[in-house]
């Protein structure tokens, strides 16, 4: 079983597989964490300590509104250079925030943290964690070279920064455990094509609805450049939100 992600702030060189700057899936982050009370933590920005354990209390036309921490050192220390640094999660997904413009108040005789709202986010969708279903309404296909010179396509039917599950059965590309499937083509619809090498780390026997006798076939990336990276999150990034958009 997969341990949740810990509160603890990550701090990445390039942020940019990572980066959410959607207002749309922004608003539904942050409301995510007010309607479920989710415990977040706040740290000064750019530091790890100290830190105080709250929750999100409001949204509203001023920002952002936080419990304070009991510690009047720790809240002098979150607003001293007015910017904080929120880590939370959503949908098991770690979530970060830098939030400008924090300053303490006074909430129903307690201390509490105001700040303006985000423009940008990182969501850590970390490969061994994160995996997105890809919709039937948009099938996407992996091109896979054969031997012979020709090639054939399988269905992708969910993918993440570190593989991908293919549907489906060709006879002249048996699966086996272990192998590499070189210079394969995956068109990540409008987003762009990446070509990957991957090896094979599963392969099920599957019987559809309709009875048809199949297999899905579990794939690990070799090597992904900085920008396939990139592409991959951003198609993560871009399916999440027309599922968003429809909720």
């Known amino acids: 079983m997969q341990q949740p992600p810990t509160l603890e702030p990550v701090f990445v060189s390039d942020p940019g597989p990572y980066l959410v700057t959607s207002s749309i899936e922004i608003k539904y982050l942050l409301s995510q964490l007010l309607e479920k009370g989710e415990i977040i933590c706040l740290y ?50 770690k979530i970060q925030f830098e939030l400008p413009n924090a300053q303490q108040v006074l909430f129903e005789g307690r201390t509490a943290i105001r700040s303006s709202g985000p423009v940008q986010t990182l969501r850590m969708q970390r490969r061994d964690f994160y995996r997105l279903d890809i919709p039937m309404s948009q099938r996407m296909d992996c091109t896979i070279p054969l031997a012979n010179g020709g090639h054939t396509e399988l269905s992708v039917t969910d993918i993440s920064l570190g593989g991908l599950s293919l549907l489906g059965v060709s006879p002249d590309l048996p699966m086996v455990v272990g192998d590499t499937l070189h210079n394969c083509r995956i068109q990540l619809l409008d987003v762009g094509l990446i070509e990957i090498d991957m090896q094979i780390c599963i392969v099920i026997d599957v019987t559809l609805k309709n009875g048809i006798k199949t297999q899905r076939v579990g794939c690990r990336f070799f090597d992904l450049s900085g920008k396939m990276q990139t592409q991959i999150q951003r198609f993560i990034n871009k399916i999440e939100r027309q599922r968003i958009s429809r909720e």
């Open 44 to 93: 000064p920005a750019g530091k790890r300590e100290p830190f105080a354990i709250s929750t999100l209390l409001a949204i509203d036309d001023q920002g952002l509104l936080f419990d304070g921490s009991n510690d009047s050192r720790t809240n002098d220390a979150l607003t001293k250079e007015n910017r904080i640094f929120l880590v939370g999660v959503v949908n098991k997904v």
